[in-house]
């Protein structure tokens, strides 16, 4: 008999995490497609509103995000954990600096769910929040389905202070 260690994270569903989405009053998710929310991807692919617009880096996708904010959409950003460590300097420039209004959604690639953020031993995995704590971007795990409500929360935050915030997806959506 194998003993199994339960979850610290638990999967959300696709089509509940698209909803919540939805309901935030997004326009357009710019995204680097992410293995990680697959599901909540192609929900949210398959009936608009919002827009998906699939980019090729974070980069690109913070610049998107910026032209959209711009003139007059509400647009979001769906990203993976490594991505945000590549496009740092493009948050600080365009998020940050020129405040513009920056939520992003990121899933925690590399994760191991059975086990605490800080207990796991990817970088990419337990350095992001440090990483988003040493920028001041405010950011809230979500670890399951219970969670949701703070999509809500970060996406306001972004909008309120006119910079960036961030919701941690902990595990794959289902």
């Not at 509103?49 to 711009?70: H, Q, S, W």
């Not at 954990?81 to 925690?108: E, H, R, S």
Request: hydrophobic share 45%; aromatic share 4%.
């Amino acid at each position: 008999m194998t003993a199994t260690t339960a979850p610290v994270a638990l999967s959300i569903g696709g089509k509940a995490l698209a909803d919540a989405i939805r309901a935030l009053g997004v326009t357009h998710v710019i995204c680097v497609p992410d293995t990680m929310q697959k599901t909540a991807i192609d929900e949210l692919a398959a009936s608009a509103p919002p827009k998906v617009l699939y980019v090729c880096t974070e980069d690109e996708a913070m610049g998107i995000n910026a032209g959209l904010y711009i003139t007059g959409h509400k647009p979001m950003l769906l990203i993976q954990n490594n991505g945000l460590f590549a496009c740092i300097n493009t948050l600080k420039a365009i998020a940050l600096d020129a405040q513009v209004p920056t939520f992003m959604l990121i899933g925690q690639y590399g994760r191991d769910a059975t086990k605490a953020v800080e207990a796991n031993t990817r970088r990419q995995v337990h350095r992001l929040e440090p990483t988003l704590d040493a920028w001041g971007v405010p950011h809230a795990r979500l670890e399951g389905p219970a969670d949701l409500p703070k999509l809500r929360t970060m996406w306001d935050r972004a909008w309120e202070t006119k910079g960036p915030a961030a919701a941690l997806v902990g595990t794959a959506t289902n």
